[in-house]
């Protein structure tokens, strides 16, 4: 039934569209068959058999090996709970971090600083996907850093940078973004860990609200609440005017280059409006991600808008950057309104290839919601060619 749903709202968008998107949803229907199974199965199981967890599959791995694969596919909501609540998430995180160490050892991409008038923006390649930042005032030598999940990687920054690192900004608690907390404040005894008192974040110690302001040197960045992936899940403004330069927006898992997190504690509603707060800010601003996903997103986009040439234009660019194990970031907010699917829910493209019809009140925003989470969900089954 949802293959015939999917094919009528294709309709007059051609039948290549409509063949992608069946075949997406027939699998979506088979992975949901298959989680029932599970359940059934686990519901019979002895006492005996729940007391010992089964081992970790390679398939429930949050930090991908492989270029392209969707870190949470194939987990749900147990093991969520069990890498966001329990000790056996950090764990699990400590061993993807020796695996990626191993496998990258001088990162999983090749970047390139940002310097504008006195301020320096250092990606960071860690782990298999993940990106960390450094900010930094170049003429008070000082740094803030960004979600520094692996703190040997950022250390060494720090070092070759030769600057004092006085603060943390973590956008969430997720432990491939908040992982090297401790290490690094530990070692830097003066360094503050800011984030939202809503999200657990380890070794926090200034909590910060919606618009709150960090003030570092000559360097001024803004908090915005942006709730979804998790409920406290914070974005940070660096802003352009004192360096006269254009604003910068490090994203953690809200946006990334032609894509979106996952809504793991959170609604459709409540991810628009936090994709909304970003859509506010000025075309200029450089989108900083949380992970190396440009490649795969693009796909994805290009399976639900393929005839958008600003999407064609930038895969181009994309496949040679990543033949080279080049970094995509930075782009900017200008440029993922042309071809982002997760900030064009108001496109009348979109929505008449995806989208349901108003409800009786003609509420748009439920309607732009209802899309969001359709696009949330395909994006979730894509495969990348």
Known sequence: MAAVVAATALKGRGARNARVLRGILSGATANKASQNRSRALQSHSSPECKEEPEPLSPELEYIPRKRGKNPMKAVGLAWYSLYTRTRLGYLFYRQQLRRARNRYPKGHSRTQPRLFNGVKVLPIPVLSDNYSYLIIDTQARLAVAVDPSDPQAVQASIEKEGVNLVAILCTHKHWDHSGGNRD????????RVYGSPQDSIPYLTHPLCH???VSVGRLQIQALATPGHTQGHLVYLLDGE???GPSCLFSGDLLFLSGCGRT???TAETMLSSLDTVLGLGDDTLLWP???YAEENLGFAGVVEPE???RERKMQWVQ???MERKSTCPSTLGEERSYNPFLRTHCLVLQEALGPSPGPTGDDGCS???LLERLRQLKDLHKSK
């Open 242 to 244: 004192p360096y006269e």
């Open 308 to 310: 958008n040439l600003a």
């Open 184 to 191: 690094l404040s530990r070692r830097h005894q003066d360094c």
């Open 264 to 266: 793991f504690e959170g």
């Open 368 to 370: 732009r919601a209802q």
């Open 320 to 322: 040679r950057q990543r």
């Open 290 to 292: 949380g992970h190396e």
């Open 211 to 213: 618009q709150d302001v």
